[in-house]
């Protein structure tokens, strides 16, 4: 899966009510997130630990962080 179909993956997962484990989605999105990008890893990786009580808005703000970071490239 590339970064696109994870990103998509993940947003077709968000439009369904019934799901609800939103750390095993960003723990999708952070094999996508930049190696040269140290802050968005660690804010990422946060968020796919237990202890943080990761959101559905904290997945969405992952992935417009993501696309943010697409479009400077």
């Known amino acids: 899966m590339n970064k696109e179909e994870a990103i998509q993956y993940v947003k077709d997962k968000l439009a369904d009510p019934m799901y609800y484990d939103y750390a ?4 999708i999105l952070i094999d996508h997130v930049s190696l040269e990008d140290t802050e968005l890893r660690e ?5 796919g630990t237990e202890t ?8 969405v703000g992952l992935i417009d962080l993501m696309e943010k970071d697409d479009a400077k490239s």
Do not use: I, R, T
């Open 24 to 27: 095993l989605l960003v723990n």
């Open 43 to 47: 804010f990422a990786a946060l968020l």
């Open 52 to 59: 943080y009580g990761c959101a559905k808005n904290d997945v």
